[in-house]
């Protein structure tokens, strides 16, 4: 059973950075693709960046490029999500995801992940 947990979020002032992490557990880590999500109150959870298994391909929302970074460390198990110049509107639970089949490309579709963290509040104050 793969478990997710991530850790880093809190409280951070506008302009402010953030560093996520999602630490995998219980299964193979490398060969699959690993996103991150978020959902704001009264929002419906949306893509926010992905990575692929070994690390080489990233994709990201319009709304955090050149703001957010995702990155992986396979060895350690361990996906990343680095945030800067935080703006209010990216106050949201973050939640990191497993892609469901080994070798796929990232993809921006929560179906497309079955193993999903217990997220992290990541609030952004004016």
């Known amino acids: 059973q793969v478990q997710l947990v991530e850790s880093g979020g809190g409280l951070v002032q506008a302009g402010g950075s953030l560093n996520l992490s999602c630490a995998a557990s219980g299964g193979t880590f490398r060969n699959y693709a690993t996103g991150w999500f978020r959902q704001a109150p009264g929002k419906e959870r949306e893509f926010v960046a992905g990575?692929?298994?070994?690390?080489?391909?990233?994709l990201y929302a319009d709304s955090v490029e050149d703001r957010f970074t995702i990155s992986r460390d396979n060895a350690m198990h361990t996906s990343y999500l680095q945030m800067r110049s935080l703006k209010a509107e990216d106050t949201a639970v973050y939640y990191c995801?497993?892609?469901?089949?080994?070798?796929?490309?990232?993809?921006?579709?929560?179906?497309?992940?079955?193993?999903w963290g217990q997220g992290t509040q990541v609030t952004v104050s004016l």
């Open positions: 995801a497993r892609a469901r089949h080994a070798m796929s490309r990232v993809l921006v579709n929560s179906d497309a992940y079955d193993y």
């Open positions: 990575i692929s298994g070994g690390g080489g391909y990233t």
